[in-house]
């Protein structure tokens, strides 16, 4: 079935077209974390301080976001469309990796069709640490491939490189460090297991420990967070990354999808028993898998209860799922191999509709949704010394100026109760004066956590200057200004 080079460059050109097809109109994607990368790494570039914008409005240590890909995206900023140049190539170097893993797998190029699959798409559209890092996660695995089947030391040095970089792009990096450790010690590699473990927990435990120097007290605390649907979220979720709602709708059918998700490595793994040259490297991919979700659950659970269970975050997931796929058909008969090309291209068919909805509407802030919301142009128009608000992302995006967030009812991360959350506004709306506004931008992600739309206009100290249900922009009134 092995098909000549030809046909797999013009799969990855026709791709890469489409890819660039889709991004040009509106992307990249910016969300309200892309804002943060791109701080981090324009303020590192400039003054060498890894700095973002912090809930006071003043800059603050960017310990939360690892390091590498702010600062790729940041210096790809110094040029005119920067980001959109970063987003392209690392598509392109991701389907070229992508293609050459399936020749070497004697696969058909259309195999190559699984990257078109929604949730690779809109990682790359977005300014996300998630394009960098299955970039990477992708490298590490053709790379591990190769070591098993030709000893190289220097593959494995390579292999060692690639694995600081992913730790440092994500923490969950570490779950990838663990696996490869794992299949080396399968193999009774022993010094390969152990170096493959150390580069991950190295730069993790590194990164960790900057970050606690730097932030003190404000650091993220260790707790627990009861997540009484987690489990439930967790299977919708997977169901969503490969069948999105978009297709059809309700939660019966993600569901049902969510469970097959969650069960078929270890059906892949069953299936393929006998394929003994490619048993331990689907083992890895197991572990994996499921390595990836406990890790990912353990950090809602005790670090940030507000990490959802999606598309985005359930990537790592999805593109080991498919690389089971392909390296369980490596070893298949012909007439089996036909068969299994029906899955990407399901898998392609289930994302159409989402795929045509990104690239007419592209993502985030940069959308044309939020371009043809008429509070946008009130935003850039505002002339304000001081503006609280409960998106600051926005406000930098759009009016390029700092702000300070309104307080939350409920820590975003812990979820414990602010109990002084009413004392915090009172203080806030008293020692407001001319020149300082409050503006509200409705959010479903967050709506729970500020003051909801009713609550932010009827303070009876502020006076509404803009309102279309959307936004919200106040101010305090002229007769107490002097008060």
Request: glycine share 6%; net charge positive.
């Amino acid at each position: 079935m092995m098909k000549n080079n030809r046909s797999y460059f013009v799969g990855a050109i026709i791709l890469s077209g489409l890819f660039v097809l889709m991004i040009l109109p509106f992307g990249p994607g910016v969300t309200f974390d892309s804002i943060s990368f791109l701080q981090a790494g324009e303020n590192f570039w400039s003054d060498f301080s890894y700095v973002h914008q912090g809930n006071a409005g003043t800059d603050v240590f960017a310990a939360h976001r690892f390091p590498l890909y702010p600062l790729v995206l940041g210096l790809f900023s110094k040029i005119p469309y920067g980001d959109l140049v970063l987003q392209i190539t690392l598509f392109g170097i991701f389907t070229c990796l992508f293609f050459r893993l399936l020749k070497k797998c004697d696969l058909s190029p259309y195999f190559g069709a699984f990257i078109l699959a929604y949730p690779i798409i809109v990682s790359f559209y977005s300014l996300w640490t998630e394009s960098l890092f299955i970039v990477l996660f992708l490298a590490i695995i053709f790379r591990v491939w190769n070591i098993s089947q030709t000893e190289s030391k220097k593959a494995f040095r390579i292999i060692l490189i690639l694995i600081v970089l992913l730790c440092l792009t994500r923490l969950v990096g570490i779950a990838t460090a663990g696996s490869v450790g794992l299949f080396f010690l399968f193999q009774k590699k022993w010094k390969y297991a152990v170096f493959s473990i150390l580069a991950g927990l190295i730069p993790f435990f590194g990164w960790t420990l900057i970050g606690l120097s730097n932030m003190g007290e404000t650091a993220r605390t260790f707790v627990f967070h009861l997540q009484p649907d987690l489990f439930s979220k967790l299977i919708f979720g997977l169901g969503e990354s490969i069948f999105p709602s978009t297709l059809i709708g309700g939660s019966m059918i993600q569901n049902i999808v969510g469970i097959i998700v969650l069960i078929a490595p270890i059906t892949v793994l069953i299936i393929s028993r006998k394929k003994k040259t490619i048993l331990n490297f689907l083992i890895l991919l197991t572990v994996h898998f499921y390595g990836y979700l406990v890790l990912l659950i353990f950090c809602i659970l005790f670090i940030d209860a507000s990490i959802p269970l999606e598309v985005r975050t359930l990537l790592p997931v999805s593109l080991t799922l498919f690389l089971m796929i392909i390296f369980s058909a490596c070893l298949s008969t012909l007439e089996q191999k036909k068969r299994l090309v029906a899955i990407p291209i399901l898998v392609v068919l289930s994302s159409s509709i989402s795929l045509l909805q990104l690239s007419q509407n592209g993502f985030g802030y940069s959308s044309k949704q939020w371009a043809e919301f008429k509070f946008v142009e009130k935003l850039r128009s505002i002339d304000a010394n001081k503006i609280y608000t409960n998106d600051q992302n926005a406000i930098w995006y759009f009016l390029h100026q700092k702000s300070i967030q309104l307080p939350q009812k409920s820590d975003l991360y812990t979820q414990k109760i602010n109990a002084i959350y009413a004392e915090e506004m009172a203080k806030i709306i008293d020692k407001l004066v001319p020149g300082e506004q409050i503006v509200w931008i409705r959010s479903g992600a967050t709506a729970a956590i500020y003051p909801s739309y009713d609550e932010i206009k009827n303070y009876p100290d502020l006076e509404i200057i803009y309102d279309d249900w959307l936004c919200v922009i106040l101010r305090k009134k002229e007769e107490l200004v002097d008060q």
